[in-house]
């Protein structure tokens, strides 16, 4: 089904209609990504969502106002409907006791249903024209003219602009508005701006993937892009890579198979994109998350076996005496599965030194044996010293703070609490 | 009794029933801040519906709909499980989650295309009007029928399960307290969701379900704050409208489901401006008397 060949020959573009299609689809994908990390970031992104399912009456009224069904004269109408929307979430959440997402939720099917009434007006009336107005329900990216690029080349390239000249100011409103209010910058006006901007890269990316889907085109590449960057200016270029990739893809799955709709692909492979982002992407994916958290919970469960045999051979005044598994487990409960595992790892790690009479401390074990002890004990005393606690309340928090306590930490307790000999229970502090 | 007369009353009540669920579903969910939950569900369950009809070719038979019914649900627990598992914001969830359902229901509905009574504009509005076409259940349509059923099954677990319901929308802590579980609340709230959008889905379609879910209660919240009068007004005003509706629809001889949602944005706009001018009038200090 999939073939290499077919592949290159889509690659190559040397077909009128491809190109047509996939630049078409890469520049209004780009356009929405980039305008879209605003609209993640200042968490609108369902209000994207309306503004999408508003154009629909404004796509109607312009094509009944003016009988035809050109992107120049459809675009205005689109604009001011999506605009209307917009103002009349605003209006609605100043005005009235809704909370924000019921007004979206309210304006969005109001302005839809609106759009379908006109629609269906429309199509009863039988101009021959009005067929291709249902292309932007679901979108036709089949259905790119050349002289629909120029539209998205020049839509694309104002927003992209307007983006690029603004970011700085963008990025503040996005992040802190009250700071950018603060700093004196013209919150308001360029609210307007960014809003501006959005409607427009809906009011053009509607054609490809209709009004439904538009909302993915915005929020996504934003979405998928944050798993891998923390950086503002790497999340934009990253969501417009993704973005061009999925309307790349998606055409071609559309060229392969013509039944196919290009749009709805376009969203798959988007998706696909940001769910492998949520497992895969280092440091912020699903998987690194988790492997954090296992890591973290084997180095605390290791340290307390190794605490566990510390104690033991203080309590005998003797390190070198070997412990058993199950001595071990007299000090303190483990899983067995989960002990055994921890002793091994401390072993592989030299802490820890096995033979016939069990398990025993190496010199390196002991002086992390040490360590724990005394972080343990030196914040039982910081918190009865500087915070007047009874010693008996005090064990269970220090049983937390030893595994977090750094270096650095440890030098400024040991430093404000005078470098003490003996905890709160009357125990040594090993040095 | 004349037959036209007769279609118009099966298109009222057809639409009524749809818009009376969704108003009474639609109060619980306005009140717990879920009112886009239902617009994502409604979106997600396509891929439901599509494979119900590939499977069964209709959607008439009971597996059927509860097949696509539960998709909505793996919506809503695919939306917290991207929020709190992979960290992601609430909204960018739910944008994410219900846009990639609807794309894949969409590359079902055109893979389908020709095979199945299903076509890409009735996943969007749906026909009220093709009711009357139905065949007939105990002298109702079919459709009619199943939407007749469905509200009754609404409306029991809800008169069942007031007091859970009411505990866990207005005071989650407190309800945990009683021993009332708010996730279990939550889940069978979500599940009579998505049940309505998809039976809903022939006659008004998949998008304009959300209209029903939010309009009516947005309405009723507006005029009053107690839980049993903001259901019985979300009820009349989604009867109202789809009476309005219909008649608009006939005038101009297009979408009923689509005209029944002007309807209630007009009766929302209406209700918002005379309360507007009610304060207005409040606003205005008494006369002061002369001493």
Same mark, same amino acid.
């Given at each position: =089904?999939?073939?290499?060949?077919?592949?290159?020959?889509?690659?190559?573009?040397?077909?009128? @209609?491809?190109?047509?299609?996939?630049?078409?689809?890469? =520049?209004?994908?780009?356009?929405?990504?980039?305008?879209?990390?605003?609209?993640?970031?200042?968490?609108?992104?369902?209000?994207?969502?309306?503004?999408?399912?508003?154009?629909?009456?404004?796509?109607?009224?312009?094509?009944?106002?003016?009988?035809?069904?050109?992107?120049?004269?459809?675009?205005?109408?689109?604009?001011?409907?999506?605009?209307?929307?917009?103002?009349?979430?605003?209006?609605? @959440?100043? @005005?009235?006791?809704?909370? %924000?997402?019921?007004?979206?939720?309210?304006?969005?099917?109001?302005?839809?249903?609106?759009?379908?009434?006109?629609?269906?007006?429309?199509?009863?009336?039988?101009?021959?024209?009005?067929?291709?107005?249902?292309?932007?329900?679901?979108?036709?990216?089949?259905?790119?003219?050349?002289?629909?690029?120029?539209?998205?080349?020049?839509?694309?390239?104002?927003?992209?602009?307007?983006? #690029?000249?603004?970011?700085?100011?963008?990025?503040?409103?996005?992040?802190?508005?009250?700071?950018?209010?603060?700093?004196?910058? %013209?919150?308001?006006?360029?609210?307007?701006?960014?809003?501006?901007?959005?409607?427009?890269?809906?009011?053009?990316?509607?054609?490809?993937?209709?009004?439904?889907?538009?909302?993915?085109?915005?929020?996504?590449?934003?979405?998928?892009?944050?798993?891998?960057?923390?950086?503002?200016?790497?999340?934009?270029?990253?969501?417009?890579?993704?973005?061009?990739? #999925?309307?790349?893809?998606?055409?071609?799955?559309?060229?392969?198979?013509?039944? =196919?709709?290009?749009?709805?692909?376009?969203?798959?492979?988007?998706?696909?994109?940001?769910?492998?982002?949520?497992?895969?992407?280092?440091?912020?994916?699903?998987?690194?998350?988790?492997?954090?958290?296992?890591?973290?919970?084997?180095?605390?469960?290791?340290?307390?076996?190794?605490?566990?045999?510390?104690?033991?051979?203080?309590?005998?005044?003797?390190?070198?005496?070997? =412990?058993?598994?199950?001595?071990?487990?007299?000090?303190? #409960?483990?899983?067995?599965?989960?002990?055994?595992?921890?002793?091994? $790892?401390?072993?592989?790690?030299?802490?820890?030194?096995? @033979?016939?009479?069990?398990?025993?401390?190496?010199?390196?074990?002991?002086?992390?044996?040490?360590?724990?002890?005394?972080?343990?004990?030196?914040?039982?005393?910081?918190?009865?010293?500087?915070?007047?606690?009874? %010693?008996?309340?005090?064990?269970?928090?220090?049983?937390?703070?030893?595994?977090?306590? $750094?270096?650095?930490?440890?030098?400024?307790?040991?430093?404000?609490?005078?470098? %003490?000999?003996?905890?709160?229970?009357?125990?040594?502090?090993?040095? | 009794?004349?037959?036209?007369?007769?279609?118009?009353?099966?298109?009222?009540?057809?639409?009524?029933?749809?818009?009376?669920?969704?108003?009474?579903?639609?109060?619980?969910?306005?009140?717990?801040?879920?009112?886009?939950?239902?617009?994502?569900?409604?979106?997600?369950?396509?891929?439901?519906?599509?494979?119900?009809?590939?499977?069964?070719?209709?959607?008439?038979?009971?597996? +059927?709909?509860?097949?696509?019914?539960?998709?909505?649900?793996?919506?809503?627990? +695919?939306?917290?499980?991207?929020?709190?598992?992979?960290?992601?914001?609430?909204?960018?969830?739910?944008?994410?989650?219900?846009?990639?359902?609807?794309?894949?229901?969409?590359?079902?509905?055109?893979?389908?295309?020709?095979?199945?009574?299903?076509?890409?504009?009735?996943?969007?509005?749906?026909?009220?009007?093709?009711?009357?076409?139905?065949?007939?259940?105990?002298?109702?349509?079919?459709?009619? +029928?199943?939407?007749?059923?469905?509200?009754?099954?609404?409306?029991?677990?809800?008169?069942?399960?007031?007091?859970?319901?009411?505990?866990?929308?207005?005071?989650?802590?407190?309800?945990?307290?009683?021993?009332?579980?708010?996730?279990?609340?939550?889940?069978?709230?979500?599940?009579?969701?998505?049940?309505?959008?998809?039976?809903?889905?022939?006659?008004?379609?998949?998008?304009?379900?959300?209209?029903?879910?939010?309009?009516? +209660?947005?309405?009723?919240?507006?005029?009053?704050?107690?839980?049993?009068?903001?259901?019985?007004?979300?009820?009349?005003?989604?009867?109202?409208?789809?009476?309005?509706?219909?008649?608009?629809?006939?005038?101009?001889?297009?979408?009923?489901?689509?005209?029944?949602?002007?309807?209630?944005?007009?009766?929302?706009?209406?209700?918002?401006?005379?309360?507007?001018?009610?304060?207005?009038?409040?606003?205005?200090?008494?006369?002061?008397?002369?001493?």
């Amino acid at each position: =089904m999939l073939s290499l060949k077919e592949l290159l020959h889509f690659l190559s573009l040397s077909e009128p @209609n491809i190109r047509y299609v996939v630049f078409g689809t890469i =520049m209004v994908g780009i356009a929405s990504a980039v305008i879209g990390n605003f609209t993640f970031l200042r968490k609108r992104a369902l209000v994207g969502d309306a503004i999408a399912h508003a154009v629909l009456p404004g796509i109607c009224l312009a094509f009944m106002l003016q009988g035809s069904r050109t992107l120049w004269v459809l675009l205005p109408g689109a604009f001011v409907s999506g605009w209307l929307a917009l103002l009349s979430i605003d209006w609605i @959440n100043r @005005n009235s006791r809704l909370k %924000p997402d019921a007004a979206i939720g309210l304006v969005l099917s109001v302005f839809f249903g609106a759009g379908v009434l006109l629609l269906t007006y429309i199509q009863q009336t039988g101009d021959g024209s009005q067929s291709g107005l249902k292309h932007f329900l679901f979108g036709q990216a089949a259905a790119i003219l050349p002289g629909d690029l120029w539209v998205f080349g020049l839509t694309g390239l104002l927003l992209c602009g307007l983006v #690029a000249l603004f970011f700085k100011e963008f990025t503040l409103l996005s992040f802190d508005p009250d700071f950018a209010q603060a700093a004196g910058l %013209p919150v308001r006006r360029l609210e307007l701006l960014l809003s501006t901007l959005t409607v427009l890269a809906v009011v053009t990316g509607i054609q490809t993937v209709g009004v439904v889907l538009m909302a993915a085109l915005l929020i996504t590449p934003a979405a998928a892009a944050r798993f891998w960057t923390d950086r503002l200016g790497a999340m934009v270029l990253l969501g417009a890579a993704f973005a061009a990739l #999925a309307s790349v893809l998606g055409s071609f799955v559309s060229y392969q198979q013509p039944n =196919m709709p290009t749009g709805p692909w376009i969203i798959v492979v988007l998706s696909g994109i940001a769910f492998l982002s949520m497992v895969f992407a280092p440091r912020r994916g699903g998987l690194a998350r988790l492997w954090d958290k296992l890591r973290h919970t084997w180095k605390i469960r290791e340290e307390n076996v190794l605490k566990a045999i510390y104690h033991s051979g203080e309590s005998l005044g003797d390190f070198t005496a070997g =412990m058993h598994e199950e001595a071990v487990q007299g000090r303190r #409960a483990f899983n067995p599965w989960q002990l055994r595992l921890s002793l091994w $790892t401390l072993q592989r790690r030299g802490l820890l030194q096995h @033979n016939a009479s069990g398990y025993r401390l190496s010199g390196e074990g002991l002086r992390e044996g040490a360590r724990l002890a005394r972080i343990h004990r030196l914040w039982e005393l910081y918190l009865t010293e500087y915070l007047r606690l009874a %010693p008996d309340h005090v064990h269970d928090d220090a049983e937390a703070m030893e595994h977090l306590i $750094t270096p650095e930490l440890e030098a400024q307790l040991e430093a404000a609490l005078g470098y %003490p000999q003996r905890d709160p229970h009357d125990r040594d502090i090993p040095r | 009794m004349n037959t036209a007369f007769l279609d118009a009353f099966w298109i009222i009540l057809t639409g009524s029933l749809v818009a009376v669920t969704g108003g009474l579903l639609g109060c619980y969910l306005l009140l717990r801040r879920l009112s886009l939950i239902g617009d994502a569900i409604s979106h997600a369950v396509l891929p439901g519906i599509a494979v119900a009809f590939l499977i069964t070719g209709s959607l008439s038979s009971v597996p +059927a709909l509860l097949g696509a019914a539960v998709v909505g649900l793996l919506c809503t627990w +695919a939306i917290e499980t991207v929020q709190h598992r992979a960290g992601l914001q609430g909204d960018a969830a739910m944008g994410i989650v219900f846009t990639f359902l609807f794309a894949v229901g969409v590359i079902l509905v055109s893979s389908l295309a020709g095979n199945a009574d299903l076509d890409q504009e009735c996943v969007l509005y749906g026909e009220l009007a093709f009711v009357i076409f139905d065949q007939t259940v105990l002298g109702m349509p079919v459709s009619t +029928a199943i939407l007749l059923a469905n509200l009754l099954l609404v409306a029991a677990v809800l008169t069942v399960g007031y007091r859970g319901f009411f505990l866990t929308t207005f005071d989650p802590a407190f309800a945990r307290a009683m021993g009332f579980s708010t996730v279990a609340w939550h889940y069978v709230l979500m599940s009579l969701v998505s049940l309505t959008t998809v039976v809903s889905f022939e006659s008004v379609g998949a998008i304009l379900v959300v209209a029903f879910l939010v309009g009516p +209660a947005a309405i009723a919240h507006l005029l009053t704050d107690r839980l049993k009068i903001m259901l019985l007004l979300s009820a009349l005003i989604g009867v109202s409208a789809s009476v309005g509706g219909y008649f608009l629809a006939a005038a101009l001889n297009a979408n009923i489901a689509g005209a029944m949602t002007v309807v209630l944005g007009a009766e929302f706009v209406g209700v918002m401006v005379v309360q507007s001018w009610r304060k207005r009038w409040r606003a205005i200090p008494p006369v002061a008397s002369p001493t």
